[in-house]
């Protein structure tokens, strides 16, 4: 058997563009490339094409005609993306190899370093046509979830936007609605899923399970083939799909947005801020114009408390 890869390009077609959101810093992006895959047939067999204005399509069944290879694509996934915009969202931001994600594929661009404004969600705006959220993780309190938190760990116990519950898939997921772009996919451990999917804080959102979780610092890992093949085949179902038709996570505005914070320490340093309400001796509340400012206010006001014990 032999396999190939290739990159049609294809013109006249409008071009996607795809917004991947990074937390963690090992994941294969090979679920963006078309692949192909053939079989029972020389190398020596000469294969004549003679073509003018066809697409891609027609080019490779001449070719599977003449010779008896099968090949496996997928004109939607490949032809249709334009841009593939990475941002590098695990701490500082600063993970990801910039040179390594270009040899991987052409289109991409990546986001890195801090700060920066809408911190994971930097540079997305209404020109994208979907949203993928890879290595994400359930929000604070939640049992048999790996690693659980919300933004900044040590600081926030808990964050609610008009007052429900929030995480980062859900809180990112109501920025991207902001700009009309839906939430695709999630990546993320089985806490997160039980949020999402159980809990149906986004009960719609195609989900790939990384890992079970056994406690917060355990966690059970599924062989890495599995893995793969649950994240292409769930990637290239999303890219398949309507998109227009996906779910957006609309909050109301003008938004309320609440913290509880590990200490009254630093709920008494960013009670300071203007406008900033003090609700009880960890908890507070600000009321913001959008989520571009919630999400701007969400770095800076933990990175404040941060500063306190």
């Given at each position: ?6 990159r ?6 409008p071009?996607?563009k ?8 090992t994941?294969i992006?090979?679920?963006f490339n078309?692949g ?6 020389s ?13 891609s399509?027609?080019f490779?069944?001449?070719i ?6 099968c090949?496996i ?8 993306i334009?841009e593939?915009?990475i941002s ?5 931001g ?9 040899q991987m594929?052409?289109r991409i661009?990546l986001v ?13 705006d209404e ?10 993780h359930?929000g604070p309190?939640?049992d ?6 919300s933004?900044?760990g040590r600081?926030?116990?808990?964050l ?11 809180t990112n997921?109501?920025?991207a609605a ?7 996919l999630?990546?993320g451990d089985?806490g997160?899923?039980?949020?999402l999917?159980e ?5 719609w ?5 990384t890992k079970?979780?056994?406690s ?5 890992f ?9 994240t292409i085949?769930?990637?290239k179902?999303?890219?398949d799909?309507?998109?227009?038709k ?22 008494d340093?960013v ?17 913001c114009d ?9 770095s800076?006001?933990?990175s ?5 014990n």
């Amino acid at each position: 058997m032999k396999t190939f890869e290739f990159r049609p390009h294809v013109h006249g077609r409008p071009k996607s563009k795809i917004i991947l959101i990074m937390k963690i810093c090992t994941f294969i992006l090979l679920v963006f490339n078309l692949g192909l895959s053939a079989s029972g047939y020389s190398q020596q067999k000469k294969v004549t094409l003679d073509f003018k204005n066809a697409t891609s399509k027609e080019f490779f069944a001449e070719i599977q005609k003449q010779t008896g290879y099968c090949f496996i694509f997928n004109t939607n996934q490949g032809e249709q993306i334009g841009e593939i915009t990475i941002s590098d969202s695990h701490g500082s931001g600063t993970n990801l190899s910039y040179d390594e994600l270009c040899q991987m594929d052409e289109r991409i661009s990546l986001v890195s370093g801090s700060p920066r404004r809408q911190y994971m969600m930097s540079c997305l705006d209404e020109t994208y046509d979907v949203v993928f959220l890879a290595g994400y993780h359930a929000g604070p309190g939640e049992d048999f979830a790996n690693m659980d938190h919300s933004f900044y760990g040590r600081v926030v116990s808990s964050l609610k936007i008009n007052g429900t519950y929030m995480n980062e898939s859900t809180t990112n997921a109501a920025l991207a609605a902001s700009y009309k772009v839906p939430v695709g996919l999630i990546i993320g451990d089985s806490g997160l899923r039980k949020q999402l999917i159980e809990k149906e804080m986004m009960p719609w959102v195609k989900f790939v399970t990384t890992k079970e979780a056994l406690s917060r610092y355990a966690a059970k890992f599924p062989p890495q083939k599995v893995l793969r093949e649950n994240t292409i085949s769930a990637v290239k179902e999303v890219l398949d799909s309507d998109l227009s038709k996906i779910p957006l996570y609309e909050v109301t505005t003008p938004i309320k947005l609440g913290f509880e914070f590990k200490s009254t320490a630093m709920a008494d340093t960013v009670a300071q801020i203007p406008r900033m309400k003090r609700l009880s001796g960890t908890e507070v509340e600000i009321i913001c114009d959008d989520m571009h400012e919630l999400e701007c206010g969400i770095s800076a006001i933990t990175s404040l408390a941060g500063t306190s014990n």
